[in-house]
Every structure is written in C-alpha cells, then in structure tokens.
C-alpha cells in the first residue's frame, strides 16, 4: 500500500543529494527501492520530477509515494558490538574494520545497523519504536568512532552541527613513508569521475580540506593524527595519497596489500543538542597499528 508523504526541508539543508536525502528520512527503506521511487517518477520536488542526484535545499517541498511495508534496510540481527556511550538520544558505537555501516544492494546483513536496530527493540520497554540512524558514515574497512541516533529531533539537531562544521571529528592512520613535515594542511579539490565512477581530485570538484599531524615516525611508515575540515566521499585516502603516502591497505591508491585499512576513527566531540554540553568520545588505536608501524 503506497502512503503519500509531504516533507519541508529543514532549514539547515544545503545542496544535499535527493536520494541521500530521503535515505536518512526514512532509515528503514533500502536505497534501491529509494532510487525506484525516484525513478518511477514518484517523489516530486517543488512539483517538478527530478533524478536522484538533485541537490535540495532548505524549504525545498518533496512529495513522495511510500510502501512502509518494504521496510527491509535495516532488519534486525543478533550481532555483538561496541558501544561507548548510550543515553535516550544517541548510541556512540565503536566499528570494527570490515563491517559495513548500513546494509546495501549487495549486502543487506551483517552491518552495524543491523546489529543496533536488534539491540535497541530488545532494550526498548515502550510501545513505539526506535529507529536509529546515521549521522555521519565510516566506509566499511575504517574502525573507529561512529554516532548513531535514536529520534528523528536529536538527528537534526546534531546533523546541523555536522553541517555546520561545528564538530570535532579525528581519525588515526598509518601512511607509507616517512612523513618529512610535524604538521600540513591539503586542500586539493575532489570530485566524482561519473565515467569510472570514483572519487578523486579534480579541477573542478568540492573545495577539499585536511590537516595532519605527525604523532610517530616508524622504520618505514609514519602515524598521523587527522582532522577533516570538509567531509568529501575518500577524502583522507585521496588526500593521503596525492602527496604520497597512502594508508596502509589502501591498494587502489598505492597503500600495498594488508590485513586491513589502517585508517580508524579515534576522536569525537560535539555539543549535545539535549544537554547542551560539550560531549567527548575516544577509542583506542587498534593494537595493529603499532606492529604495522615498527615492521
């Protein structure tokens, strides 16, 4: 059965992808049948039918047709995690290397939201449900830090921050080579390449911003601290990588081959919107790192 939904686009919305933008309204619908919808002609913006890829903004008027019914994205399943911190608005989760966020076309189990949709309707003692979603993302073979809410009000809330550039988010890595320079800052372009479809720097991409600092300098390789002023899709492995020293593990861009990624989300720090105070999370570097470091 199809429901038809009104949406106004909050406010602090800027230049956002139709389709991302849906996906994060409604958390429990696959991103295929998302991209149907939108395909089929079905969700209108500001009574004009447009592609995935339309940028909304803010007051922007979507008209949508639903099935709720094939609500499948996110099925709970019974998969131990890491949580760092809990209360009634937000899950701060530690991700393992190799587990993917949320589910997708190809692999719709075994993901984090799997796992916290399973552990929040066994925890949950109300009638209503809790429906978690994602603030941010980690790709699949970076760990780390990753927070997670729990109503659609603190999502917003804390989403505008992100937005905003108002939260401190920090990442570990170890790169190749020996990191000449204590401090740096890359602010190469970067853009999607729609024929080969990836992401890398380009003339004319997204302003693209990261600062480093040198933390340890092993035999061969050198551990970074990593702070992302811009967000882009890759944007530390390309940055990384253009100035030549890729993460270890990252083999597409001349990391070499390894157990995993070496690339983990260690810090994290925001006001809470409920509280108002300012909240610090932090996760161990991976034991790993340190033997990849010296080896």
């Given amino acids: 059965m199809l429901n038809r939904f009104e949406i106004v686009v909050e406010d602090w919305v800027i230049r956002k992808r139709l389709e991302d933008y849906l996906f994060d309204r409604f958390p429990d619908l696959s991103r295929s049948y998302i991209r149907e919808i939108i395909r089929d002609g079905r969700c209108e913006v500001n009574g004009r039918i447009e592609n995935r890829g339309f940028r909304v903004r803010g007051r922007d008027f979507i008209e949508i047709e639903l099935d709720l019914a094939r609500q499948t994205a996110m099925r709970p399943e019974p998969i131990d995690f890491e949580i760092i911190y809990e209360d009634s608005d937000v899950l701060i989760a530690d991700k393992p290397a190799g587990m993917l966020v949320h589910p997708t076309n190809f692999e719709r189990s075994g993901t984090l939201l799997n796992a916290v949709a399973f552990y929040l309707r066994n925890r949950n003692t109300s009638h209503s449900t809790v429906r978690p979603g994602l603030i941010h993302r980690l790709d699949k073979d970076t760990s780390g830090i ?6 659609a009000s603190f999502h917003r809330a804390l989403a505008r921050q992100f937005a905003g550039k108002k939260v401190d988010k920090r990442y570990f890595a170890v790169v190749e080579g020996l990191v000449a ?5 890359i602010t190469l372009p970067i853009g999607r390449f729609a024929e080969q479809k990836i992401w890398d720097v380009k003339p004319d991409g997204k302003p693209s911003i990261t600062e480093f600092s040198v933390i340890k300098r092993g035999n061969r390789r050198t551990l970074l601290e990593i702070l992302c002023i811009t967000g882009r899709t890759n944007q530390i492995r390309i940055h990384l990588s253009k100035i030549g020293h890729p993460i270890v593990g990252d083999e597409i861009r001349g990391g070499g081959k390894s157990a995993r990624l070496y690339l ?12 108002g105070e300012t909240v610090n999370f932090e996760s161990p570097v991976p034991a790993e790192f340190g033997s990849i470091l010296d080896s």
């Avoid at 320079?181 to 800052?185: L, S, V, Y």
């Avoid at 983990?264 to 509280?275: G, Q």
């Fill in 181 to 185: 320079d204590n401090a740096g800052r």
């Fill in 264 to 275: 983990h989300s260690a810090k994290l720090s925001f006001r809470h919107p409920v509280s």
């Fill in 146 to 151: 990753i927070a997670i809410s729990k109503n």
